[in-house]
């Protein structure tokens, strides 16, 4: 039997791959390493819980709030690469999801000669400011299989020179967890339906910029004032370490924990809107309807403006063109405006990219 390793290490990932993780299992000697960057129970434990994944076979444990990026890449490359010699482990394919620091493995796996596949390969948002950017980019150009969400990043990936026989369309790997949860979810209405304004902000480039934080801040608590709704800030160290450090005042604003993934649904599901600067963020709320204002200069995921499913909002200043987002709100509200998912895929990702692979190795 063909031997797999999958490498996960974040929120994101564990979410994205867990039905692929369990169709792995059924195929092939499948070995799932956890890098550890993501440790805490919120942002790693829960989901194995919650969709019944089973736990890694090995944990490296590279995460820590003290690591830089160069830091847990370096600390990754020597464990994995012992792991494998250390245990004699020889993979047909090592398979790497989206964009965090865990992928850039990718590049010293190649020089040791392992075969390389990229879930959510193409993906280019042109803004180098993103270690995500960088990420992709070089496990893309490392990678032998790679599978796209969407046709745009097939096209981006050609752009580059790299080979349309190592390219799959596959669709997108949220929807199969996501519509997994809904289904489990009390369809009741809840008496807190349309009551809040549900906001994310992670992303380095927002929150290391005082003035960009700041404006974000302001700009909710103009939302807050126009809608008159309740802010639900998501409670991200990082961003928490900073609106400190900046000495942001958000006494006008919740801060709320995060939760594990079916609360989260539930949070976004019951959102009058969302404000975020998650990539999900553009993928999620779109297969329940929900509107999204996204606080970025540039994304990933341009067919989620395409198909108003969010709209971006430019915070580099106080801006008097805001009122064009609240406008959209109002008409994604009165219906006048339409959101469109299809661009997401059909729901079958899994068994697409299982059998891609089948045929590969």
């Known amino acids: 039997m063909k031997t797999i390793i999958t490498v996960t290490g974040i929120r994101p990932d564990f979410i994205r791959m867990s039905t692929i993780f369990r169709a792995l299992d059924k195929n092939f000697n499948h070995i799932l390493i956890h890098t550890g960057q993501h440790y805490d129970r919120k942002l790693s434990k829960v989901f194995f819980d919650e969709f019944s994944i089973r736990y890694p076979d090995y944990n490296l444990k590279i995460g820590s709030s003290k690591n830089e990026h160069y830091h847990q890449l370096a600390e990754l490359s020597v464990k994995f690469i012992d792991l494998l010699k250390k245990k004699k482990i020889k993979p047909d394919l090592i398979i790497f999801l989206g964009d965090s620091n865990s992928v850039g493995l990718s590049f010293f796996l190649k020089k040791e000669g392992y075969k390389i596949a990229h879930i959510e390969?193409?993906?280019?948002?042109?803004?180098?400011?993103?270690l995500e950017e960088i990420n992709r980019k070089v496990c893309d150009h490392c990678s032998d299989l790679l599978f796209v969400y969407h046709q745009d990043y097939k096209n981006n990936l050609i752009k580059e020179n790299i080979s349309k026989q190592k390219i799959f369309v596959v669709g997108n790997t949220i929807i199969e967890p996501c519509y997994e949860?809904?289904?489990?979810?009390?369809?009741?209405?809840?008496?807190?339906?349309?009551?809040?304004?549900?906001?994310?902000?992670?992303?380095?480039?927002?929150?290391?910029?005082?003035?960009?934080?700041?404006?974000?801040?302001?700009?909710?608590?103009?939302?807050?004032?126009?809608?008159?709704?309740?802010?639900?800030?998501?409670?991200?160290?990082?961003?928490?370490?900073?609106?400190?450090?900046?000495?942001?005042?958000?006494?006008?604003?919740?801060?709320?924990?995060?939760?594990?993934?079916?609360?989260?649904?539930?949070?976004?599901?019951?959102?009058?809107?969302?404000?975020?600067?998650?990539?999900?963020?553009?993928?999620?709320?779109?297969?329940?309807?929900?509107?999204?204002?996204?606080?970025?200069?540039?994304?990933?995921?341009?067919?989620?403006?395409?198909?108003?499913?969010?709209?971006?909002?430019?915070?580099?200043?106080?801006?008097?063109?805001?009122?064009?987002?609240?406008?959209?709100?109002n008409k994604c509200k009165q219906k006048k405006i339409k959101i469109k998912n299809h661009w997401l895929g059909k729901g079958n990702t899994s068994k697409k990219i299982i059998k891609i692979i089948k045929s590969k190795i």
């Open 121 to 130: 390969a193409g993906m280019r948002s042109y803004d180098d400011r993103m």
């Open 181 to 329: 949860i809904l289904k489990s979810l009390n369809e009741n209405k809840s008496k807190n339906k349309n009551s809040y304004i549900l906001v994310d902000i992670h992303r380095p480039e927002n929150f290391k910029y005082p003035q960009r934080l700041k404006n974000i801040i302001h700009f909710l608590e103009i939302c807050k004032k126009k809608f008159n709704k309740k802010i639900l800030f998501l409670k991200f160290n990082r961003t928490m370490k900073y609106i400190k450090k900046f000495n942001i005042d958000t006494k006008e604003i919740k801060i709320i924990d995060l939760v594990g993934y079916s609360a989260f649904l539930t949070l976004q599901k019951n959102s009058y809107f969302i404000i975020s600067d998650s990539g999900t963020a553009q993928e999620e709320p779109a297969l329940l309807k929900i509107p999204v204002l996204v606080p970025r200069d540039f994304t990933e995921r341009p067919q989620s403006y395409k198909y108003n499913c969010s709209f971006k909002i430019n915070v580099n200043y106080l801006n008097n063109s805001w009122h064009k987002s609240f406008e959209w709100i």
